[in-house]
């Protein structure tokens, strides 16, 4: 048992650090809660994610993410286009929840992803390392690419009837990216990122 003093974070009882394995995870013994689970690779698996998750957030707001064949006229639409759209509707309270939940948030977690774990992949802390790692914390519920990409499912279902709707390349790279960025975020052992920064210090 170590000396360090943890908090179960669902009954507060205070108890000894115990040693935790590689892939194994530690539990509070009166409420069996799970305090942690030792990631192996945590941070090098988590850049290599969002790495791949900075690609295809790239390439699904390059690209055009639908098109409309309606009686011989094509129109396609990007991610910022719909935003847009909503704005000029006067729909500014929408269109900023949308601007910020699927584009703004997600944006911010891989920055801030890229921000803390690369510099920590080196050997060094990046500045300004702990508000930016607590920002990542709070930004998570505000990332809602899922809730986004099922609307336009239904959309799509209700205007198949209109028009011929041909799925663009930023449909397929924004639906890799929920689960990618989702795969990175479950993959961060933030006790090892807080780790490194005890042993910096």
């Given at each position: ?30 409420c ?106 709070h ?28 799925p ?26 807080w ?7």
């Amino acid at each position: 048992m170590s000396e360090v003093l943890v908090a179960c974070h669902d009954c507060d009882l205070l108890q000894r650090e115990p040693e935790v394995p590689t892939g194994g995870s530690a539990r509070c013994p009166r409420c069996d809660a799970e305090l942690w689970r030792h990631r192996p690779n945590s941070i090098e698996r988590t850049l290599a994610l969002t790495i791949a998750g900075v690609v295809l957030f790239a390439v699904a707001n390059a690209f055009p993410f639908l098109g409309f064949n309606m009686q011989g006229q094509v129109t396609q639409t990007t991610l910022s286009s719909g935003v847009r759209q909503l704005y000029a509707q006067d729909q500014w309270l929408v269109g900023s929840l949308v601007l910020f939940t699927t584009i703004a948030a997600p944006a911010l977690q891989l920055g801030m992803l890229c921000f803390v774990l690369t510099p920590l992949r080196l050997g060094r802390r990046a500045p300004g390392f702990v508000p930016a790692f607590r920002w990542l914390q709070h930004l998570r519920p505000w990332s809602m690419m899922e809730v986004f990409l099922i609307g336009i499912l239904v959309s799509l279902v209700k205007l198949a009837d209109m028009a011929t709707i041909e799925p663009g390349l930023s449909l397929w790279a924004f639906a890799l990216l929920i689960p990618t960025l989702a795969g990175a975020l479950a993959s961060l052992d933030t006790r090892e990122v807080w780790d490194h920064v005890e042993v910096e210090r």
